[in-house]
């Protein structure tokens, strides 16, 4: 079993899928000469050619709105925005035709295309590079958002994502693109959409996050355990649909729990979770629901960004007013 990073599992994905499925191309910005700005797709053009992995103009609404036309018609488009600062002139086809393409044609079209974008920040880039506005996405009825957390992961979820029915954003956190590798099997493998994973086991609060924040959510467990306290980390791995049912379970078992994502706070993806364990576990709380998350601001440039992006320190801070309560 080989042991790869997160850009390596997602190439794997995409190598396997359209190696064993000519139906399914990719296409955007650069993803063919260059292999993509982070190399994600390297080595497709060569093996696939021209046909199948697409250099588009850099026009991000004619990228989706291509891929909307290739799926109605029997194509699996995978089209790649570079940057998720740059999904605004995509969010019209998205929303207004992505989404609604199956409802609008009362089951006759579908779209089972899948959006990557690279998402969040942590590498220092300029503006419009950093954005993590998953919570737009999450907002459309019709279209299901996913965010890997490791290699692994990543390479199932791709898979699933291709092959699902549905239009699937699958947002990429390039924090960790190559921060670490992990076992990930050669064969084909799915890992499903909808479902919530434990990845640290705990009995007296958990941890929920998603995407690079998981990191900072399994250190500040491990600093919390030198003082007493036993944390549960919970990575929801698919943002729409929700697993609901899992979070719920890990509120219900340690009666305190702590959302953590890089996303400003307002109307953020963790005031939609915190909302729902009120309505489904409020009877399980022993403590407040707390919010560790970016602020209501752009993500800054350079090294103010390690000032935006939450950390373990503000974590563990939030473990301990839970904890004492």
């Not at 998402?119 to 009825?141: D, F, K, N, R």
């Not at 390479?155 to 699937?168: E, H």
Request: charged share 25%; with cysteine.
């Amino acid at each position: 079993m080989a042991k790869l990073n997160m850009v390596q599992a997602i190439n794997r994905a995409l190598l396997e899928e359209m190696g064993q499925d000519d139906r399914v191309v990719v296409m955007g910005e650069d993803v063919g000469v260059n292999g993509g700005v982070f190399r994600v797709t390297d080595g497709l053009l060569e093996k696939f050619g021209a046909s199948r992995v697409i250099d588009t103009p850099l026009a991000e609404s004619g990228i989706v709105g291509t891929a909307i036309g290739m799926a109605a018609y029997g194509i699996k488009p995978v089209a790649e925005l570079q940057f998720m600062g740059f999904l605004p002139p995509a969010l019209d086809q998205i929303i207004c035709h992505v989404a609604r393409i199956r409802y609008r044609s009362r089951g006759r079209f579908q779209s089972p295309l899948v959006i990557r974008m690279p998402y969040g920040g942590g590498i220092h880039a300029p503006e419009h590079h950093s954005e993590s506005t998953e919570a737009i996405l999450v907002h459309i009825p019709g279209i299901k958002v996913v965010i890997p957390s490791g290699p692994h992961d990543a390479k199932g979820l791709m898979v699933s994502a291709i092959r699902d029915p549905d239009p699937v954003v699958f947002l990429e956190p390039k924090k960790i693109y190559r921060a670490f590798k992990e076992e990930v099997p050669e064969e084909s493998y799915t890992v499903p959409l909808g479902v919530a994973k434990v990845l640290r086991e705990g009995r007296d609060l958990v941890i929920i996050s998603w995407g690079a924040m998981i990191r900072v959510a399994l250190e500040a467990a491990e600093k919390a355990s030198a003082e007493g306290y036993d944390c549960r980390v919970v990575d929801v791995r698919t943002l729409s649909p929700l697993d609901d049912e899992g979070i719920v379970r890990a509120v219900r078992e340690t009666g305190r729990a702590i959302i953590l994502h890089e996303a400003p706070r307002t109307c953020g993806m963790g005031a939609e979770i915190a909302a729902t364990i009120m309505e489904k576990a409020f009877f399980s709380l022993q403590a407040p629901i707390e919010r560790v998350t970016g602020f209501d601001t752009p993500m800054p440039l350079l090294k103010m960004e390690d000032h935006y992006m939450p950390h373990s320190e503000r974590v563990l801070r939030a473990i301990r007013k839970v904890m004492t309560a």
